[in-house]
């Protein structure tokens, strides 16, 4: 009983822009998927498609070992997205999923990253809500 009220932190993944998808993540996607927007930072990288986030994060110093992280749209309970304004550094999409699980996902503060940011939530709102 004492599990339901501890609140667990959520992993965070840092991006710094918007890219285009890789081909490490690309070969991760299946067939009928379509990369819709894709975020990298030095090593991470992100992309949502029409089904879910797919996280590329680089493990180690040489970066070869990589944890893909899917996240269909389905498993999320509530989302916000926190954009860039006033004396914020960076911009933030907090996902809650089934099972208490929470993924923060981070955005270094750009006039490119505001307008993905939008982008984002369009697609999350889409899917989450729309398709439900």
């Known amino acids: 009983m004492i599990l339901k009220y501890i609140r667990l932190k959520p992993t965070i993944y840092f991006f710094l822009k ?3 998808p890789s081909d490490t993540i690309r070969e991760k996607l299946c067939d009928s998927e379509k990369p819709l927007i894709c975020f990298s930072s030095i090593r991470d ?3 949502m498609t029409e089904k879910r986030f797919l996280i590329a ?3 180690g110093v040489s970066g070869k070992k990589i944890k893909f992280i899917s996240i269909p ?3 999320i309970t509530l989302y916000t997205v926190g954009m ?3 004396l914020d550094l960076d911009a933030e999409i907090l996902l809650n999923l089934r099972g ?3 993924i923060q996902l981070r955005f270094l503060r750009s006039r490119q990253i505001m307008h993905s940011i939008h982008k984002a939530y369009e ?3 889409s899917y989450f809500i729309c398709n439900t």
Do not use: A, C, L, P
């Open 73 to 75: 749209y389905s498993s």
């Open 45 to 47: 990288e992100m992309v």
């Open 100 to 102: 208490n699980v929470k």
């Open 57 to 59: 994060d680089r493990k």
């Open 123 to 125: 697609i999350i709102t």
């Open 18 to 20: 918007e890219t285009e």
């Open 84 to 86: 860039v304004g006033g």
